[in-house]
């Protein structure tokens, strides 16, 4: 069963259509990279698998269940998201705000479980922000608070990832650093991704399987060599796309 099933999926603003007839099944250890031009429908998306938007027409299902039917402390524990603008600038310290993706797992309000203080404590060392637990969340820089958002994501430990540009704010280094981390992390645990970015390269780096949206509400997916051609590219971006492989990479640039 996968993880997240969508059926003939419509979403709409007013009069125009971002996205049509959306087909799309994640299964257990899948990464799929959702691109687009501005405008396109990738946050709209993510919002609406997560109950914030509502859409036209259509089937969400996670875990083979209607989304809309879900409780929340259920939906808390198979589904996590990094929001694009990531965390607000919360009166908390930097362990106090990852311990917060433990909430859904919590069994007594009294005191914090040893096993949740030692997952929250692993995604600060994977994330490299040992040291900074104590700091408040506003004296952190943009690249340090996204970093906070992520870790929060991991600590939560759920079975689909959903991402919304997560490269913000993180310099090329952070950028493929922590997209490994969370790579092996989704591996172990037999989880699923769908991340929406405006980086190609990014998501086909990391993405084995990519949902491109066109214009007019259409869209192709499939696997990453299949979508990612010059010729998808530079339609869906309407500008030319070069790609160019080297090293056993391929990337894409427009031309």
């Not at 971002?18 to 709209?44: M, P, Q, Y």
């Not at 969370?182 to 084995?208: E, G, K, P, V, Y």
């Amino acid at each position: 069963m996968p993880c997240l099933e969508i059926k003939s999926l419509t979403l709409r603003i007013e009069d125009k259509i971002l996205i049509r007839d959306l087909n799309l099944a994640v299964n257990s250890n899948e990464r799929w990279g959702l691109l687009g031009r501005n405008g396109a429908g990738k946050t709209s998306l993510l919002h609406t698998i997560i109950g914030i938007k509502k859409y036209n027409s259509g089937s969400i299902q996670i875990d083979g269940k209607e989304v809309s039917s879900l409780a929340r402390s259920y939906a808390a524990t198979r589904v996590g998201i990094l929001f694009q603008e990531g965390i607000d600038i919360l009166p908390g310290t930097v362990f106090e705000t990852v311990m917060l993706g433990r909430h859904p797992h919590v069994q007594s309000i009294l005191k914090d479980d040893p096993r949740d203080i030692e997952i929250a404590r692993g995604a600060l060392r994977d994330l490299n922000l040992d040291g900074l637990e104590e700091r408040q969340i506003d004296t952190l820089s943009g690249g340090e608070r996204q970093r906070v958002a992520l870790a929060m994501l991991i600590t939560q430990m759920p079975q689909l990832y959903l991402l919304d540009e997560p490269s913000n704010h993180l310099d090329v280094a952070n950028q493929v650093q922590l997209l490994g981390h969370l790579q092996r992390r989704i591996s172990q645990l037999s989880a699923s991704l769908l991340m929406a970015t405006h980086d190609i390269n990014l998501a086909a780096r990391f993405c084995d399987n990519i949902v491109l949206l066109m214009k007019n509400g259409e869209y192709l997916s499939g696997p990453n060599q299949d979508i990612l051609t010059e010729k998808n590219l530079s339609l869906a971006y309407d500008c030319p796309v070069r790609s160019i492989s080297a090293e056993g990479f391929t990337l894409h640039y427009p031309y």
